[in-house]
C-alpha cells in the first residue's frame, strides 16, 4: 500500500537517473536521497565560497536553495568565483548564480536575494531553513547570522577562507556557537577579509567542497562529525586539525535561547 505522504516523498524517473550515482553508493539510499529533495537552505554569501557550494549541492539534489548576498560580480572575482565569467561583470552574484544553479539542475528550486542579510530580515529568511551555510566575508553577518540561527533552532555549517587557511564548524541544537568561539568583543575592526588579505583560487574552492560535503551527510543521513569542532585546513603543509571547543557560560547568544 503507498500512502498520499510517501507518495509525497517519491524521487520522478528523471531524478532517479540525475542522482543514480549517489543512490548507488554504500550508505546513501533513496530515502537520503528523497530527504535531500525536500531540505531548504540558506546560502549566505555568493562569493568564492557561496558558488562552489551551491553548485555542489544544486547538483547533488538539494530541494531548495536561497542564496543571498548584495554585490555584483567584480573582475578581481573571476580568479575564484566559479560561477562568473567576464560577461557577468557588474551584474549581481546572487541572481546570476541562481541562473547557472537552474540551468545546471531543473529540478531544484533557487531563490534569491540581490541585498544583504540584515537585523530586518535575517529572521523571515533564515526561521523556516533545515540547515543555514554561512559562507560570507562579513564578521558582522556571521554574528547576525549565528544569532538568527541560534534563535529559531536552526543548524549553521560556517566555513571561511583566507589567503591559504581555511576553516570549517558546525552549530546544532544546544551546541557550543560561533560567538562561544569567537567572542564578539575580541573581534575588532581590522579583522581581516580576503578581500583586503588576499586569497589563492583554490582555498576558497577547498572549504566550500568540505562544507556541502558536511550539509550532504546532515541532510541526507543526520551525521554531524564538526559539530561543535571546528576544522582547521592548511593549504602550506595540506595539513588538517580538527578542534573540539566548548561552550562558553557566559556567551550571550547561548544564554538568550
Ligand atoms: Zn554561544
Redesign the pocket.
Known amino acids: 500500500m503507498v500512502d498520499a505522504l510517501n507518495t509525497e516523498f517519491e524521487l520522478t524517473d528523471a531524478e532517479m537517473h540525475l542522482y543514480a550515482r549517489q543512490i548507488l553508493l554504500d550508505g546513501w539510499d533513496i530515502e537520503a536521497q528523497e530527504k535531500l529533495k525536500f531540505s531548504d537552505i540558506c546560502i549566505i554569501g555568493c562569493g568564492g565560497i557561496g558558488c562552489a557550494l551551491a553548485e555542489l549541492l544544486a547538483r547533488a539534489g538539494v530541494g531548495k536553495i536561497t542564496l543571498i548576498d548584495p554585490d555584483t560580480v567584480e573582475i578581481s572575482n573571476l580568479q575564484r568565483q566559479l560561477a562568473f565569467t567576464p560577461q557577468d561583470v557588474g551584474f549581481y552574484k546572487a541572481e546570476t548564480l541562481a541562473k547557472r544553479l537552474q540551468q545546471i539542475n531543473p529540478y531544484v528550486q533557487i531563490e534569491y536575494y540581490n541585498q544583504a542579510i540584515s537585523i530586518d530580515n535575517a529572521q523571515v529568511l533564515i526561521q523556516h531553513q533545515d540547515l543555514v551555510l554561512d559562507g560570507c566575508d562579513q564578521f558582522e553577518t556571521r554574528y547576525l547570522v549565528n544569532q538568527t540561527c ?1 534563535q529559531f533552532d536552526v543548524a549553521l555549517i560556517s566555513a571561511s577562507a583566507i589567503g591559504l587557511q581555511g576553516q570549517l564548524f558546525m552549530v546544532e541544537g544546544d551546541s ?5 568561539l569567537f567572542p564578539q568583543e575580541d573581534q575588532t575592526d581590522t579583522a581581516m577579509r580576503c578581500a583586503d588579505s588576499g586569497v589563492l583560487a583554490t582555498t576558497p574552492n577547498v572549504m566550500a567542497s568540505l562544507q556541502a560535503h558536511h550539509a550532504l551527510l546532515y541532510l541526507g543521513l543526520g551525521k554531524m562529525p564538526l559539530r561543535q569542532k571546528l576544522l582547521l585546513w592548511d593549504g602550506q603543509s595540506m595539513q588538517q586539525r580538527i578542534l573540539k571547543f566548548e ?2 557560560t557566559n ?1 550571550p ?2 544564554q538568550a535561547r
Do not use: G, M, S, V
Request: glycine share 0%; proline share 0%; net charge positive.
Open positions: 541560534r557550543a556557537c560561533y560567538n562561544c561552550k562558553d556567551c547568544i547561548c
